[in-house]
């Protein structure tokens, strides 16, 4: 983690809201870290926001906390226009920061949360098309800062950084999980690290744990006793057996892909069973995480039945949209399920 002494000026571009503040209801709770973004000296300094709106619930709110925050006075509605923007600012900085919803590998930069292309994403899938934009600071910033979701985490999160990084001639820092931004600044979740890449020819920074969070639990799906659904209704949170439960619909996509894919129901109930629907989080804040997906389960609760819609976001962390504030995490073999599914 570095000093906020390095960070005494900064350029901040912001593309739109990122990340949550979480704690388990069980009161288990990571500690966020810190990071000099949360230092009041970024307060003032130049700063560019994105246009675009947010479909995520959890994700609305973001853009005004961050605009307040770092007293943001400049839009964008596109990679090519964030470039354009930090390149004048680098005029008279040394620093940039580039802040939006993120995945691994890659950050927008408009769209709300559903950006997916070349004009309003920066990843290791558009790369020839920021490449170019992104020379064009070769020499002129020392450090950039990418701030959203995930964006340093695993194999697409260090590839996306080492180009970047070569690309601008910058050393290039980024998260590696869950951030938040809220009364206490910018932090970092569930025991995460800011990853950091410098450009080719230069010493490479010492990493702390690259994959971030904790140790991966067990890929095996949820056993019999914690199949039951904890689902919140009028009177609280409602114990509801796996077997009262029917999927109606789900809609996916990749990060590259604009449209949503409409997946059989059929194919989709051995999927949902590797979302730990047994233990809600508790969300505080606004999300940064990009859309990837919409479910509609069905269930039998007492007497009665209702349709519950939830907002899938990085694959990772599925919203109650009937309580925004309720979430319910993924397991690591998620991401390989949903894979299979989507060939």
Not at 101 to 128: K, M, R, V
Not at 283 to 288: E, H, Q, T
Request: proline share 6%.
């Amino acid at each position: 983690m570095r000093s906020s002494a390095r960070f005494s000026v900064l350029i901040i571009v912001v593309a739109t809201s990122i990340c949550n503040s979480e704690r388990s209801l069980s009161q288990t709770s990571s500690v966020p870290k810190r990071h000099p973004l949360s230092h009041h000296s970024i307060l003032g300094q130049p700063s560019t926001v994105a246009t675009g709106t947010e479909e995520a619930p959890a994700n609305v709110g973001f853009l005004q906390c961050v605009t307040d925050y770092m007293h943001a006075q400049m839009k964008h509605p596109n990679t090519s226009t964030a470039f354009t923007n930090l390149t004048i600012m680098a005029t008279s900085n040394d620093s940039g920061v580039i802040v939006g919803h993120g995945a691994p590998g890659l950050i927008c930069t408009g769209n709300g949360d559903h950006c997916a292309d070349s004009q309003d994403l920066l990843g290791i899938g558009t790369l020839s098309a920021w490449q170019p934009l992104a020379s064009q600071l070769k020499g002129r910033l020392k450090d950039i800062t990418l701030v959203g979701c995930d964006i340093g985490s695993g194999t697409f999160g260090s590839e996306f950084l080492g180009a970047f990084a070569n690309a601008t001639g910058a050393t290039i820092h980024a998260p590696n999980d869950t951030v938040q931004c809220g009364s206490d600044g910018i932090t970092i979740l569930n025991g995460g690290n800011w990853i950091q890449a410098a450009p080719a020819g230069s010493p490479q920074p010492r990493q702390a744990n690259p994959q971030g969070g904790p140790p991966p639990s067990p890929k095996t799906r949820a056993t019999e006793h914690e199949k039951a659904y904890r689902i919140m209704a009028e009177s609280g949170f409602k114990l509801v057996p796996s077997t009262s439960v029917q999927v109606i619909s789900f809609q996916h996509r990749g990060y590259y892909q604009k449209e949503f894919t409409t997946l059989p129901p059929e194919r989709v109930h051995g999927l949902i069973s590797f979302i730990d629907f047994a233990h809600p989080i508790l969300i505080k804040g606004s999300l940064g995480s990009i859309v990837t997906g919409r479910l509609t389960l069905r269930m039998n609760i007492g007497d009665g039945q209702i349709d519950r819609q939830f907002v899938l976001l990085n694959d990772k962390l599925l919203e109650d949209r009937d309580h925004p504030t309720i979430f319910y995490k993924t397991t690591e073999h998620f991401a390989e399920e949903m894979s299979l599914l989507s060939r």
